[in-house]
């Protein structure tokens, strides 16, 4: 456990040292966030019936969330460690690999909570009103966060099977789609027929549905649990495989 | 977790390795069945050019590669069913550079110290000293990204020395540096190994293996062509070699018109020279100058000097070794001491 906190706090002193590698991952949201709401705020007033008299920015809201936790960066500070040597220096240690997985998925919550934290609160600033309370917001951010560790696993797994900085780096596109084929507009039963049963197959749009529940409707226990569930299901497969990964690297 | 030592001439070995193989994928294979034995503090010697597979022995016996063949012991042991007992009996500086650029001297030794069990107050005491030891105190709280090459090499260094190692892994550690710090690496080489720390130490530089090591390897294309201390393998080439620099000239012709020469043991083809293994150099040279004026053969500068490591590692491979008179060991005053050879131009 002692190797996971010492681990974990180096890569929380890489995030903070290195603000250039964070910056830009809220720049993205916060961007999508003000020009969505700029462009069909007017389409969706808050008369709209799905936004339950909130304006369109707390509809957008959980997207930008998405925006702010999928991040390349754990991958990348990975095969950059690759890279360098540093991981061979670390893999010599009588330390379980695993750990270093940990430690940097540990390191990742944090950076969650954070960034999530200031999209929230920019959210909030447009106009946004948590429903759910003090609380629900609390939710959200964890919810947000604990999604973004569960698709560093992700990251994490390409690094180590690639061992390429560009290959990591561009891995992060690939959340595009799954950020897209969702309800991110309007709700499901807006979309066309083809891009409803999409969305519905996107795991993403559950996690996007139970967070927007939270601002828009107030405590919806159902969507949370399966928000809750598809975190937990993709953080299991995700992190397992890269877990995996690392335990059989260069055997 | 039972150690198994055994034997060796009254000392145990630190490195055992019987048939150490590793094939990469397509074939390749990069170390072939290499049988070795290393003593408890001993400094041992890997010397071979880039690509002999040095760096693959050192990451098998360092657990970061398993064998596909053979098996070893380090610190008694095994390199494969026993990874995690070796890997808290070694400490390992591989040739690229281990070190985080994000944290400082300190923390990055600190951190080290509690990957070992050294934590709290005992950590950052061991972190200091190994600071001290390294002299880099005054640069402690700088990030390593600021460091020079020889800097990073003496935390790197210092890194593998938290937990007071049985053995120490250095992979070709002087590769890149100037010649000052490559002095300072070794004074700090010979004070780990006084304290009882056995080296396995890869090198190119064949004035590092003749200072440092008690005893050596030459490795080429993945195989030990020569083992030994460094006095043994330059002398069993003889007492003298001269060099005859062909510029040329048809060494088979140039080999004829030197002919049977009093005190000539053997004679091994280089790139574009001849090297003549004699009793007596300084005596030979007249002669040779002679017999090539005589045949009309006109080669390059013919030097006279004892054998070194290079000649011993032409005897081994049929090549010299690259990198070998690069400047290296005359600007660290090192071989000149020892060599005195006479350049003559017939």
Known sequence: ?251 | MERRLTENNGKDPAIEARGLTRTFKGDVEAVRSVDLRVSEGEIFGFLGPNGAGKSTMVRMLCTLLPPTDGSASVAGYDVVSDGDEVRRSIGVALQEIGLDPVQSGRELLELQCGLYGITGAAGRERASELLELVGLTDAAERRTKTYSGGMKRRLDLASALVHQPEVLFLDEPTTGLDPASRLTIWEEVRSINATGTTIFLTTQYLEEADELCERLAIIDHGEIVAEGTPEKLKGDLGNDVVTVQLKGADPAKTQAAIGELPGLERVVPAEDALALYVEDGAASIAAIVGRLHAAGVDVGAIAVDQPSLDDAFLEATGRRLEGAGDGDGEDLGVEQDEAAARVLTP
């Not at chain 1, 069909?40 to 998405?66: C, D, E, H, I, R």
């Not at chain 1, 040597?85 to 990742?108: E, H, M, N, Q």
């Not at chain 1, 891995?171 to 999409?198: A, G, I, K, W, Y």
């Open chain 1, 1 to 251: 456990m002692t190797e996971v906190l010492l681990l974990g706090r180096r890569a929380v002193r890489e995030v903070i040292r290195y603000p250039e590698a964070t910056i830009p991952t809220l720049f993205i949201p916060l961007f999508f966030l003000a020009v969505n709401i700029g462009q069909v705020s007017k389409t969706f007033p808050s008369t709209t019936p799905f936004l339950n008299g909130q304006g369109y920015v707390a509809f957008q809201l959980p997207v930008s969330l998405m925006f702010a936790v999928a991040t390349a960066t754990t991958g990348l500070a990975l095969v950059t460690e690759i890279d360098s040597g540093y991981f061979d220096k670390l893999l010599v240690a009588p330390i379980r690999r695993t750990s270093l997985i940990v430690g940097r998925l540990g390191a990742d919550l944090v950076r969650g909570v954070a960034a999530s934290t200031v999209v929230l609160l920019a959210g909030i600033a447009f106009g946004a009103h948590v429903e759910s309370g003090v609380l629900g917001a609390i939710v959200c951010v964890l919810l947000a966060s604990f999604f973004g560790v569960a698709y560093a696993g992700f990251g994490i797994l390409v690094a180590l099977t690639t061992r390429n900085v560009q290959a990591t780096n561009t891995s992060f596109l690939l959340f595009f789609p799954l950020l897209f084929l969702t309800p991110n507009f309007v709700p499901f039963d807006r979309l066309s027929p083809v891009m409803e049963t999409l969305a519905r197959l996107n795991p993403v749009s559950y996690v996007i549905v139970g967070i927007r529940s939270l601002i828009i409707d107030g405590w919806v226990v159902d969507k949370i649990l399966v928000c809750i569930g598809v975190i937990l299901v993709m953080g299991v497969v995700l992190i397992g495989l890269s877990l995996r990964a690392i335990k059989t690297y260069d055997s």
